[in-house]
């Protein structure tokens, strides 16, 4: 029962954290459409937003080259900074996000369904005026709620809030602020270069061959060969899919580990029902006097070591369902992230335990045929 219950628990634990990660992660990138490529310097980075701090950035004019691209409806720049944020005396490391101007604008809103809870989205003539993220009206932040029409310090400047952006459950989203490109480049510097380039393809049914298309221009323009890029053209599936395999060759890891476990279980619940056989074999002689048949005398045991791997399975579901939670709270508590989630779908427990009823059957079978087989006179004569 221990070793099935280790087993199942393990089981059952790691597939719902596995499974709860894998839905957060692909609801971060839920709100982006099917037909969105982003472009950007890959390499040795140091910590911050994505494209950021890489040995080798894009430089500013390589989205219009890619607007030249067969297939590509628009590219456009996005410059991407991690800046100290504050307000109300306290302070935060927030990701600063620049936003286009003109007609490139309303296609990134677009884009990526850029909409408001409160207050308005930018326009081109707002010169010291931000956007944030819906997690700044939470009064962790900053001890207490912004509003719209309050005032945060970016770097030493101060901004004016205009909008507070509805909530994605994006931690990129729900935590950014925005920004038009000119200030932030007047904010941070322009050296030239861009941390990513988003690419809208006109039909998604295409978007391998657009991508392909992109990497040859790419690395023709900046002079790397065939498996040497120094850059990366990404599309939200494929995001998610490389994520997938990679949670899945951990999970397998464990699956292993657990069928080892569940494997000495059914060894285990073995070796108990044949003592059970022999402890009981003076009753089994009497069963038998009194009439009963041998199907009688397989089924009672077939079923007690079925139940006892059944009891094994629902503790193990259980402490599987606490370890689940419990570690995504403890983690999530930790690390402040909401990615740490876990998720438990009904049928799991249900699969988990008939599996650990059928593994407890299956390792009775044999102590069952051979309680079965004893005949009444050798089973009284055994008990003497």
């Given at each position: 029962?221990?070793?099935?219950?280790?087993?199942?628990?393990a089981v059952?634990?790691l597939?719902?954290?596995?499974?709860?990660l894998r839905?957060?992660?692909?609801?971060?990138f839920?709100?982006l459409?099917?037909?969105?490529?982003?472009v950007q310097g890959?390499?040795?980075?140091?910590?911050?937003?994505?494209?950021?701090g890489?040995?080798?950035p894009?430089?500013?004019?390589?989205?219009?080259?890619i607007?030249n691209?067969?297939g590509v409806n628009?590219?456009f720049d996005?410059?991407?900074?991690?800046a100290?944020?504050?307000?109300?005396?306290?302070?935060?490391i927030?990701m600063?996000l620049?936003?286009?101007?003109g007609?490139?604008r309303?296609?990134?809103e677009?884009?990526?369904?850029?909409?408001t809870?409160?207050?308005?989205l930018?326009?081109?003539?707002d010169q010291?005026k931000?956007?944030v993220?819906?997690?700044?009206?939470?009064?962790?932040?900053f001890?207490?709620?912004?509003?719209?029409?309050?005032?945060?310090?970016?770097?030493?400047?101060?901004?004016?809030v205009?909008?507070?952006l509805?909530k994605?459950?994006?931690?990129?989203?729900?935590?950014v602020?925005?920004?038009?490109?000119?200030?932030?480049?007047?904010?941070?510097?322009?050296?030239?270069?861009v941390?990513?380039?988003g690419?809208?393809v006109?039909?998604?049914k295409?978007?391998?061959?657009?991508?392909?298309?992109i990497?040859?221009?790419?690395?023709?323009?900046r002079n790397v060969?065939?498996?040497k890029?120094d850059?990366?053209?990404?599309?939200?599936?494929?995001?998610?899919?490389?994520?997938n395999s990679?949670?899945?060759a951990?999970?397998?890891?464990?699956y292993?580990?657990a069928?080892?476990?569940?494997?000495v279980?059914?060894?285990?619940?073995?070796n108990?029902m044949y003592?059970?056989?022999l402890?009981r074999t003076?009753?089994i002689?009497?069963?038998?006097?009194?009439g009963a048949?041998n199907s009688?005398?397989?089924?009672?045991f077939?079923?007690?070591?079925g139940?006892?791997?059944?009891?094994?399975?629902?503790?193990?579901?259980?402490?599987g369902y606490?370890?689940?939670?419990g570690?995504?709270y403890?983690?999530r508590?930790?690390?402040?992230s909401?990615?740490?989630?876990a998720?438990i779908?009904?049928w799991l427990?249900?699969?988990s335990l008939?599996f650990?009823?059928?593994?407890?059957t299956?390792?009775?079978?044999?102590?069952a045929?051979q309680?079965?087989?004893?005949?009444?006179?050798?089973?009284?004569?055994?008990?003497?």
């Amino acid at each position: 029962m221990i070793g099935i219950f280790i087993g199942i628990a393990a089981v059952v634990a790691l597939i719902g954290m596995g499974e709860g990660l894998r839905t957060a992660v692909v609801s971060q990138f839920g709100f982006l459409g099917t037909d969105i490529l982003s472009v950007q310097g890959a390499g040795l980075s140091t910590a911050g937003p994505p494209g950021t701090g890489v040995v080798n950035p894009l430089s500013d004019d390589l989205s219009k080259k890619i607007n030249n691209v067969r297939g590509v409806n628009v590219a456009f720049d996005r410059h991407m900074e991690s800046a100290s944020i504050e307000f109300n005396d306290n302070q935060v490391i927030a990701m600063v996000l620049s936003m286009p101007e003109g007609e490139l604008r309303k296609i990134v809103e677009t884009m990526i369904n850029l909409k408001t809870d409160y207050g308005r989205l930018l326009k081109d003539s707002d010169q010291h005026k931000i956007v944030v993220g819906n997690d700044f009206t939470q009064k962790t932040t900053f001890g207490r709620t912004v509003k719209v029409g309050d005032k945060l310090s970016i770097n030493d400047k101060e901004f004016e809030v205009v909008g507070i952006l509805e909530k994605k459950g994006n931690f990129m989203f729900d935590q950014v602020v925005l920004i038009n490109v000119d200030v932030m480049l007047d904010l941070f510097g322009d050296d030239g270069t861009v941390d990513l380039i988003g690419v809208q393809v006109k039909d998604e049914k295409q978007i391998n061959e657009v991508k392909a298309d992109i990497e040859k221009l790419l690395r023709k323009e900046r002079n790397v060969k065939k498996g040497k890029e120094d850059f990366s053209v990404e599309s939200p599936q494929s995001m998610i899919e490389s994520f997938n395999s990679t949670l899945f060759a951990v999970q397998l890891f464990v699956y292993i580990i657990a069928i080892i476990s569940l494997l000495v279980g059914g060894v285990g619940i073995m070796n108990t029902m044949y003592t059970s056989v022999l402890e009981r074999t003076d009753e089994i002689g009497v069963m038998k006097a009194v009439g009963a048949r041998n199907s009688t005398i397989f089924t009672l045991f077939f079923l007690e070591s079925g139940l006892l791997g059944m009891v094994g399975g629902t503790i193990g579901i259980l402490f599987g369902y606490v370890l689940a939670y419990g570690g995504a709270y403890a983690g999530r508590i930790a690390l402040g992230s909401s990615l740490i989630q876990a998720h438990i779908s009904p049928w799991l427990a249900v699969l988990s335990l008939l599996f650990s009823f059928v593994l407890g059957t299956i390792a009775g079978l044999l102590p069952a045929i051979q309680a079965s087989k004893l005949t009444p006179v050798d089973a009284l004569n055994y008990s003497k």
